[in-house]
């Protein structure tokens, strides 16, 4: 499932995180890439120990709280704390997947699967060219090139990449869950049943049998479902 949310982040937030972007200081990016990804990757990133990706990490966690389209769609369990990109011209990210197991930073090598990521993009359409995030999946190839403050959410399991920029600098924030529900498609239904509990909520009410039927139907497909 390729999932668009408008509006993750506010103006003021998505501000707030280009002026602390752009006094920190970029490492190469390869450094969080797999051996076979970091020869795709050429982008440059803010060290994942920094204090200023702690804090804006947090902004955008407390936006994933507020958000009921990312809950519903990714089913949190577990998100790794947000990570920071930026692909200035000639950068990109060639085709590649995502590791299937990170390691969560300040637990002592607890580890998490990954299935679902998620990008933040963090720079407007018109402050650069190229720098599509490119992904494919079941429907064939997608685009994916959003506003600032936007986000896109897809399976970690999904060829992926960035094209290469050829004009300004594309910066983004981007992070992986693990999910109660391990099976994408599975997690794909649950996502349309709730969509549709929702809707039907709003024209029959919270009490008619209908509603209340599948809310029992969703519940108990993720009790039968759920990886804990």
Known sequence: MLLQIPDLLTPEDVAHCRTLLEQSPWVDGRRTAGDLAAGAKS????????????????????????SPAFNSAALPLRVLPPMFNRYDGGMTYGAHVDNAIRTIPGTHGLRMRTDVSTTVFLSAPEEYDGGDLIIEDTFGTRAVRLP??????????????????TRGSRWASFFFTQSLIRDDGQRSLLYDLDVTIMDLRQTLGDTHPSVLSLVNHYHNLLRRWADL
């Open 43 to 66: 982008n440059l990133q803010i060290p994942e120990d920094s204090d200023v990706a702690r804090d804006l990490g947090e902004i955008i966690l407390r936006a994933l709280g507020r």
């Open 148 to 165: 600032a403050g936007h986000a896109v959410v897809y399976p970690s399991s999904s060829l992926h990449q960035v094209s290469p920029v």
